[in-house]
């Protein structure tokens, strides 16, 4: 198991207090991404949806946004599920993101994952998140902005 951790930062926020929020990865298998899915948009979302909430993107060049936030009901946590991969046999460099969305501020980033080292089925824990708001998530290509390939993938976000 690898353990990464990002700070989050409440600037332009009022009466939010900075915190620590974590991501955590393994190589687990994790719940199977083989089930109706929403695309997802270069907008961010205006919606809301209850967990779990199944997405996928193609073609990606740079950043792109789940269509709903996510109503986390007051929990301090959510999982990802994702297998995200390079449209070309070049590897791809990405992170994704996570968003209050209250405010549309960034929480989180997640440390950079490699397509040709992170392959296959990976679930990503995002913990020590504030329960009094709702989040989204988006995933960002790193590679493609420097002529990289695109990415795609798929994934679940749950409880």
């Known amino acids: 198991m690898f353990t990464f951790s990002g700070t989050a930062f409440a600037a332009e926020e009022r009466n939010v207090q900075p915190a620590i929020q974590t991501t955590e990865i393994t190589s687990t298998q994790s719940a199977s991404l083989n089930v109706p899915a929403a695309p ?25 946004f789940s269509n709903y936030y996510f109503l986390t009901s007051g929990s301090t946590e959510f999982y990802i599920d994702w297998n995200v991969t390079s449209d070309t046999p070049d590897y ?15 929480v989180l980033s997640s440390q950079q994952f490699n397509t040709g080292v992170h392959t296959g ?35 679940t976000v749950r409880n």
């Not at 460099?93 to 960034?106: E, P, R």
Request: no cysteine; aromatic share 20%; proline share 7%.
């Open 40 to 64: 997802m948009a270069l907008t961010r979302p205006t919606t809301g949806t209850y967990l779990p909430y199944n997405g996928y993107f193609i073609g990606v060049w740079t950043e792109i």
């Open 121 to 155: 089925k990976w679930t990503s824990r995002v913990y020590n998140l504030d329960p009094a708001y709702n989040y989204y998530i988006s995933f960002v290509n790193d590679t493609a902005p420097l002529g990289g390939p695109r990415i795609s993938g798929d994934f």
């Open 92 to 106: 791809a460099l990405w992170h994704f993101n996570v968003y209050n969305a209250s405010t549309n501020k960034l």
